[in-house]
């Protein structure tokens, strides 16, 4: 095998090596957040990927997390500058919530029922085969709450 050859065959075999180890990286890096638990490090994003929706820019956040209910309360002030809400509502599909019965208000972080009326409200839960999740937003004041129960 000439010297070209070998040079050829080592350079893509080393890309290639490059290539897996920054791909096993970034997979273990998104797994990471995915098993994240705590309300400090990636909360935003381990919400994001656990209840399938952006959380745009904020304001203001609160969190909390039930080790024994394995359960992630979070709420959030939406920055409702440069925020579309309707665009919102409408990529990720929440439903418009039409009576004060519909739904659990319990299950939301520092949530009391009193404190909305007369809001706009739109939800969104987890398919029952999924992983038990639940989204509120508040269109009139642009709060979000977000709750998860985790499967493992």
């Given at each position: 095998m000439s010297i070209k050859k070998k040079g050829t065959i080592i350079i893509l075999s080393s890309i290639l090596a490059i290539c897996v180890f920054a791909f096993m990286g970034f997979r273990g890096f998104v797994n990471s957040i995915r098993n994240q638990r705590s309300c400090e490090w990636a909360n935003i994003d381990n919400i994001e990927l656990h209840a399938h929706i952006?959380?745009?820019?904020v304001t203001k956040w609160d969190c909390?997390?039930?080790?024994g209910q394995n359960t992630k309360m979070a709420s959030f002030t939406?920055?409702?500058n440069n925020f579309?809400?309707?665009k919102y509502i409408q990529d990720y599909n929440l439903k418009k919530l039409s009576s004060s019965t519909e739904f659990e208000y319990g299950r939301f972080?520092?949530?009391?029922?009193?404190?909305l009326i007369g809001s706009d409200l739109y939800y969104k839960k987890s398919p029952p085969d999924e992983e038990r999740y639940d989204v509120l937003l508040d269109k009139t004041t642009g709060r979000l709450w977000v709750t998860i129960k985790y499967k493992d």
């Open positions: 952006d959380v745009p820019k909390d997390y039930e080790k939406i920055d409702k579309d809400v309707n972080l520092n949530l009391k029922k009193e404190s």
